[in-house]
């Protein structure tokens, strides 16, 4: 889609949005509301949300219908995810969704300008298109997903960018899950400045 022709004040591409428990990250185990844009540039082979890159496919939405939707459900969390929703500008969904007293938090690449008001920023690296510099500083979370045993010392380049009060997760691949995860308990309990995350909405099977 060319983002000329989506107008980020008053609409997004809305691939889904849903009530939900939050299952990964520093959030785990939270109701939230998920709020997934459409559109991505990364491009990550393990992605398990491929059909949200394309954002030509997902109904571009108004932001006020967006809010009026998270607003129907008890918890004031909502996730901003994608797709890579940095994509576009995410002021007026941020704004709009604090007005309503919504907790927010983003889940990105960090691979597009920083924008928005965020209360949590999760801050998850790929290797197929890096974070700008800026969004170290402004991580809460740093979140990186072990495919492989390289992939720990890749984390830890990442870490050395980040702020000093910024949380540092590990967490296994999905489909690398049961090969990957006693190389990161072994690992984390040898650096114990990281946490073990995992997805437990896939163990628990919550949508």
């Known amino acids: 889609m060319d983002k000329t022709a989506i107008n ?84 007026v969904l941020t704004a709009n969704l604090r007005s309503q007293g919504f907790q927010i938090n983003v889940e990105t690449s960090g691979a597009h300008a920083f924008s928005g008001s965020w209360d949590w920023v999760c801050l998850s690296p790929k290797k197929f298109k890096a974070p700008l510099p800026e969004w170290y500083q402004h991580a809460n979370e740093l979140k990186v997903i072990i495919f492989n045993q390289s992939d720990f010392q890749w984390a830890e380049e990442h870490a050395s960018k980040i702020n000093s009060g ?9 489909s690398k899950q049961e090969k990957m995860t006693p190389l990161i308990v072994d690992y984390v309990k040898e650096n114990p400045q990281w946490q073990i995350s995992l997805q437990t909405h896939k163990y628990l099977n919550i949508p």
């Open 8 to 91: 980020p004040a008053i609409e997004l591409p809305l691939m889904e949005a849903f009530y939900t428990i939050q299952g990964e990250g520093a959030y785990s185990g939270c109701a939230a509301y998920f709020i997934r844009l459409g559109g991505c540039d990364v491009g990550c082979v393990w992605c398990d949300v491929k059909d949200s890159w394309n954002a030509d496919k997902w109904p571009v939405t108004s932001i006020d219908k967006i809010v009026e939707e998270a607003n129907k459900h008890p918890a004031k969390l909502a996730v901003i995810t994608g797709g890579e929703p940095l994509m576009y500008d995410m002021s």
């Open 166 to 174: 910024c949380k540092l997760l590990l967490q296994p691949e999905w």
